[in-house]
């Protein structure tokens, strides 16, 4: 599985977008790129996935680079219950082999 | 609600007691996960079961812990003779196997070994 780097912590101001990035420069062509955000005290929620092409769904927009090297998330109007860890991880061939790592903390500031 | 389900939420016990956790998947999905998670690190791998079959275990986890899912449908974590560094959150999930795998968390076990 690609190995993911994200920045440990970001603030955003609510009713802003939030930009969150990752890199995943060892990706192969057929690793998918997920998205998961994990709100204090519960299980991590899946919010959004993709190969290759942008994708949008009602939580979010994902944004992959041609080369598919790095992905951003974008919640294009943070709220307060948007404040969690989100993690980006590629699982390829199954969730047995994935480091979901320490994530994002995303801090919406009122 | 269908989500999957995890029982108990919190569970304190002492140290060198066994300890049972159960997890009740969305039904369709025959693949389940069990994950564990201490504060401030991300949910970390430790089993899953492909229908009742266990096809892979961490090596996290230790002879101590065992793992059912004996009719491919609910799950048990049991983990033998507790040692406080087994405190941590237990995360149950499950999906439908496939390339647009999306995995369904329970809201997990919290436990704390005295």
């Known amino acids: 599985d690609a190995k993911t780097t994200q920045p440990p912590s970001m603030d955003c101001a609510e009713g802003r977008a939030a930009n969150l990035p990752c890199n995943h420069s060892t990706i192969s062509g057929n690793e998918y790129v997920y998205w998961y955000r994990q709100i204090h005290s519960q299980g991590p929620q899946y919010i959004i996935h993709?190969?290759?092409n942008n994708e949008t769904n009602e939580m979010a927009s994902l944004i992959i680079t041609e080369d598919r090297k790095s992905s951003t998330l974008i919640l294009p109007h943070a709220t307060l219950r948007d404040t969690a860890v989100y993690y980006c991880i590629a699982p390829s061939g199954g969730y047995q082999k994935v480091t979901f790592g320490t994530g994002t903390k995303l801090q919406v500031i009122p | 609600d269908t989500g999957v389900s995890q029982d108990p939420r919190h569970k304190i016990t002492k140290r060198g007691q066994n300890v049972t956790f159960r997890c009740d998947p969305i039904?369709?999905?025959?693949?389940l996960y069990w994950y564990r998670q201490t504060l401030g690190q991300g949910p970390e791998f430790l089993t899953y079961f492909q229908n009742e079959a266990q096809l892979e275990k961490s090596r996290l986890l230790s002879d101590r812990f065992s793992a059912e899912r004996p009719k491919g449908s609910f799950s048990t974590l049991e983990i033998q003779r507790t040692e406080q560094g087994d405190s941590a959150m237990y995360l149950c999930a499950s999906s439908l196997p496939g390339p647009n795998e999306k995995l369904f968390f329970g809201s997990g076990t919290q436990l704390s070994v005295l």
């Open positions: 993709g190969l290759k």
């Open positions: 039904s369709e999905h025959n693949r």
